[in-house]
Structures are given as C-alpha cells and as structure tokens.
T-cell receptor
C-alpha cells in the first residue's frame, strides 16, 4: 500500500505566474483535501474533492482551483500568484465514506515560494 | 466558525520528563473527532492520537495520552518520558463538516513548538 505523495517538493515562482501542484491519494481513497500552511501557522482548509467533484471549500478566492482525476489523484492550481501565497501546501486523502471517523492521511507537502 | 486554540506557542522539556500541551476548541457539531498531529522539520504531518467526542474514556497511545474535557471543550496532550525525537511542532485539530459538502475537513490550531532538551 503506497502512501500519499506530492510533487514537486519545492517550487519557486514569481508574482503573477500560475502554478500547479499534484497529489496522489492513498490506495483505496476517493477523497482529497488541500490545505495551505503559512510559515508559523496551522494548516488552513482550501477545498476538498470527492469522486472528481469539489465537495466543500474554505475561505480562499476563486484563483485557487482544483481537479480530481478518475484515479482520484488531484491537482491544485493557483493563478495570479501573490507574495502571500508562499506556503507549504499539504494534501490529505481519506476514504470519503461521509463518516466523521474517516482519517485523513497527509502527504509530505509542496513548499511554494513566490518572489 | 469552528475554532481551535493553542495558547502555548513554544514549550520545552528535559528528556525523560513529562510535558502537557494545551488545546481548546469550539464546535457546534454533536459528533466530532479531535486529533493531535506532530510535524517534525521533515514537514510530514503525523497523527499522534485521536479522540472521539462520544467516548468518555481518554485515548492513550504508548507515551501519549489526552485529557478530554468535553464540557470545557478542552483537549490537552500529555507526553510522558519525553524523547529527543519528540521535538516537533504539535497541532491540535478537530473535524468539521464541510460547508456545502458531504464529508469532513480538519480545523487546526496554530501549533506548539516543543523542544526536548538532553
């Protein structure tokens, strides 16, 4: 059983550019959640994808968008990058049974730096 | 909005001693889970311990235990026999149903940086 993987590990972009981050979910999981962790802060929920559809969103602007593919891997896209988008981006996969007990398993994160 | 508060930005403890990290939360949900996650410098978020709100018995995992006070909405983590490898950021988190969605998200506190000194 493989765990949650994310790519790339690190990324440097300039303000105004666009970026795509990738996440492969754990085997058997159909739900992926994305979190943004600014330096010195706890992770903040961006959105969640369940069976290829967005399934809940946090307080993030529309320039943060995502996709989920038939194999349940997922992408996070950020357009018009701003300096404040510099953060660690974490994805987490879960069973998506709709039960509160579903544990979220985290990937190692992608460190995005916006200059 | 659901909130999780960790009032101790940093703590330190001597190796082999016991330390307690504090967390309070606010939720309007009837059933929920509470978690403590560890995030070492490698950045990987590792689940330390979980507690279901309906269970009165405090969860225990080896050297880690919690003190869950539901009425007070308090969820502290006790680490016994601290080891150098316990040095990390510790995050308290609660489950919350996604607004507009059918599953759950996690709401995290700001974290406590724990340093275990030799």
């Amino acid at each position: 059983e493989t765990g949650v993987t994310q790519s790339p590990t690190h990324l440097i972009k300039t303000r105004g550019q666009q970026v795509t981050l990738r996440c492969s979910s754990q085997s058997g999981h159909n739900t992926v959640s994305w979190y943004q962790q600014a330096l010195g802060q706890g992770p903040q929920f961006i959105f969640q994808y369940y069976r290829e559809e967005e399934n809940g969103r946090g307080n993030f602007p529309p320039r943060f968008s995502g996709l989920q593919f038939p194999n349940y891997s997922s992408e996070l896209n950020v357009n018009a990058l701003e300096l404040d988008d510099s953060a660690l981006y974490l994805c987490a996969s879960s069973l998506g049974s709709g039960r509160v007990r579903d544990e979220q398993f985290f990937g190692p994160g992608t460190r995005l730096t916006v200059l | 909005a659901q909130t999780v508060t960790q009032s101790q930005p940093e703590m330190s403890v001597q190796e082999a001693e016991t330390v307690t990290l504090s967390c309070t939360y606010d939720t309007s949900e009837n059933n929920y889970y509470l978690f403590w996650y560890k995030q070492p410098p490698s950045r990987q978020m590792i689940l330390v311990i979980r507690q279901e709100a309906y269970k009165q018995q405090n969860a225990t995992e080896n050297r880690f235990s919690v003190n869950f006070q539901k009425a007070a909405k308090s969820f502290s983590l006790k680490i016994s026999d601290s080891q150098l490898g316990d040095t990390a950021m510790y995050f308290c988190a609660s489950t919350n149903r996604n607004s507009g969605g059918s599953n759950y998200k996690l709401t995290f506190g700001k974290g406590t940086l724990l340093t275990v000194n030799p």
